[in-house]
């Protein structure tokens, strides 16, 4: 257990339902639980900056200052946004957007698990897509034991997936997906899509590399370059960005003008439209 301070934009809330992750969970008034790899940390907000954390300040620093982004100043990304904005004809929208995003930090995630559920995603709602993850990880994953002894399990890795049948992959609620899902982790176990390797190669070779898995298309791979890779100056474009580009920006999509931070913008346009519309169970 550790008491921990982060002087940055910060708020669990907003990570949580920002879309880009599955296993957060929210357990309590300024307390969620969040998971990574075979980490499972519990966190709750004490007071201004001040966090209790269920791991220690070691597990701390080496897991989750990563996992978090704690090193990127957000802070000062928001600061850019809104200045570059300011010199749009949509200034008074995208500073809204950014300032009700405030908090939303872009999540360090692992690359295989980030591939999949967002295969999952497709045309799926938000609550249907946690159940489908969750199903994987409770058939597939290792036990992960944890401070309040709830029933966790690590998101399975390619390897322990090669080894489950189709049949038992389907029966986790992956409909048409399930054969995408499948080729996925084949390409991906046998190293014909090569995570670990385009983690060093260009944007344009990390997509191209990604989509040559059914069913990825840009959207997903834009995602998995994001939300794995820490691509940011990539912006996914799912259904509530597209809808933000027709209604709030006249059908121009204005991400690549803002360069190394259209990636965090995305997020904050996604929670601000998302929030707008009232409509959290849409189909992404």
Known sequence: MATIKIHDDFDMEKIANSGQCFRARELG????????????LYIRKVDNEIYDVSCSQAEWDDTW????????NYSDIRQKIEHFANRTKFADYLNAATNFGKGIRILRQDPF??????????RKTIPAIKKSVELICEQFGEILHSEREE???TFPTHDQLAKASQLKLS?????YRGSYIHDA????????????DIAHSTDEDLLTEVQNIKGVGPKIANCVALYAYHRLNLAPVDVWIK???????????????FGSNAGVLQQYIFYY?????KEFDLQD
């Open 29 to 40: 008034k300024d307390y969620f639980r969040f998971i990574t790899r075979k980490h499972a």
């Open 171 to 175: 029966a986790c609620a992956l409909g």
């Open 243 to 257: 809808r933000s580009i027709q209604e709030d920006f006249h059908g121009e999509n204005i991400f690549a003008e």
């Open 185 to 196: 982790i084949q390409k991906v176990h046998e190293r014909i899509v090569r995570l670990d």
């Open 65 to 72: 200052t990563t996992y978090f982004d704690l090193e990127t």
């Open 151 to 153: 029933n966790l399990h």
């Open 113 to 122: 698990e980030t591939l999949i559920s967002f295969i999952i995603s497709q």
């Open 273 to 277: 439209k998302r929030l707008a519309e």
